[in-house]
């Protein structure tokens, strides 16, 4: 799908120099296009032109904006020669490999790193980092580490919200006891089936083992079969292991599509009572229940913690924003989405969580979403998305796929973990 924004000013059309913001440079040009491949469609897509409107209106620019999730599309442009000027990819595993091949232009060579350095918290800017410089700005972050719940629910059936592991298995035993399931799980994602089961993995990997170990995990300096990864799969056991627990029971969860997942529990009576799911789940539930608000009919709580000497911790993901043409139009317009103005729009209108902390709090639409953005600002304790960070035949692959034959197959894991330690060997040998 490919869309434009139509913001063409008489100084762009009889080829006027344009003073482009952040930049300092003027650029004289019959026609301004900045041509980008990004994740985004829909509302996404429709939220971020009105983001980006300002820029454009402002320079007589227009986006060329070609959505796809084929991550191919991308690829073969770039080995043809005629790469986007922008791209925005869900994963920086994927960002590690074009930096490595040369393909991106190094952000610090024009971008104002000390301003950077007050925007944004260290640890986004060494994820968009490889071997020392700058390539992304991380953009539209998923707080993943949120269990969402009706609580309307809730209080009617006089449930309280957990705070640790022990108190959460105990909740839905009391769920089932009084005759309800506890829990909504959908694994099924077309190709990328599998990939919300590595979400609840790299939560209790980093509540359990502690931010050390899970790096050491990432980084493939232990192996899958290491007592830490082991103990992982086995605690998440605990739920999907019980079908009991399982709204649809097994066969259910391999099947139900993720973005369903939490509409049972708006069902009257509930359907299932609890859902684990990143902050961008409010949209498909809104999907499904226009009239539902956030905070009143829809909130959250935080993963609970396990291991008491780690604490509370978050795991987020977050689309990387990179560029592959130096022109000075592109350099302002990466300036221009680094800067808070563009995401406080965004975050304004919903379904928008920003890494910057210079974005006010305040521009969010709701305290549930205020909540949960500034979790993510706070952290003591955040930690990337494990598999977005992995060789992607490993955090893309094996570890989707071994996900699902665990929850099929839970005696079996001893045998899935080898496959994946197999895999992981050969793709970080590379």
């Known amino acids: 799908m490919r869309k434009r924004l139509a913001f063409l000013t008489l100084a762009a059309v009889i080829g006027i120099a344009l003073s482009l913001p952040m930049s300092g440079m003027a650029v004289a040009q019959e026609e301004c296009v900045i041509s980008v ?35 191919a599309v991308l690829r073969t442009a770039v080995d043809s020669g005629n790469p986007p000027d922008i791209a925005i990819l869900p994963q920086p595993g994927v960002m590690y490999e074009y930096a490595a091949d040369g393909a991106l232009v190094a952000l610090d060579s024009f971008m104002d790193m000390d ?47 957990p705070t640790t592991w022990d108190e959460l298995i105990a909740l839905s035993d009391q769920i089932v006891a009084d005759g309800g399931t506890p829990w909504s799980i959908g694994l099924e994602s077309g190709d990328a089936s599998g990939w919300p089961g590595t979400d609840w993995i790299e939560d209790i990997m980093l509540r359990t083992a502690g931010p050390e170990v899970y790096d050491q995990w990432v980084n493939h300096e232990i192996s899958w079969t290491d007592e830490a990864v082991v103990n992982a799969f086995e605690t998440w056991g605990q739920i999907v292991g019980n079908p009991d627990y399982l709204y649809g029971g097994v066969e259910g969860t391999l099947a139900t599509n993720f973005g369903e997942a939490p509409w049972p529990l708006w069902e009257d009576p509930p359907g299932a009572y609890m859902h684990r799911q990143a902050s961008f789940i409010v949209g498909f539930i809104l999907d499904q229940y226009p009239d539902l608000e956030m905070g009143t009919d829809i909130n959250f709580f935080p993963f609970p913690s396990i291991n008491e000497e780690i604490g509370p911790a ?9 560029m592959f043409n130096d022109r000075p139009e592109v350099e302002a317009f990466m300036e221009y989405l680094a800067s808070p103005e563009p995401q406080e729009i965004w975050a304004s209108m919903g379904d928008f969580i920003s890494p910057n902390q210079s974005v006010s709090l305040d521009v969010y639409p709701d305290d549930a979403t205020r909540s949960i953005a ?5 952290a003591e304790i955040f930690r990337f998305d494990a598999s977005d960070l992995m060789p992607a035949a490993v955090g893309a692959g094996e570890f989707w796929s071994g996900v699902l034959d665990f929850v099929e197959n839970p005696d079996n894991l001893m045998d899935i973990l080898e496959r994946i330690e197999e895999v992981a060997a050969d793709a970080y040998a590379e």
Request: glycine share 10%; proline share 4%.
């Open 374 to 378: 500034e979790a993510v600002v706070n």
């Open 115 to 161: 301003a950077l350095a007050e925007d944004y918290a260290p640890i986004w800017l060494e994820l968009g980092s490889y071997d020392g410089t700058l390539y992304g700005i991380f953009y539209k972050v998923a707080n993943k580490s949120l269990i969402w719940y009706n609580p309307v629910a809730f209080e009617e059936a006089g449930y309280e919200i």
């Open 314 to 322: 978050v795991i987020g993901g977050a689309d990387v924003v990179v």
């Open 37 to 71: 491949v990004g994740v985004w469609s829909g509302d996404e897509l429709t939220a971020f032109e009105e983001a980006v409107a300002p820029f454009m209106e402002e320079n007589g620019c227009t986006m060329d904006f070609e959505s796809t999730r084929d991550p």
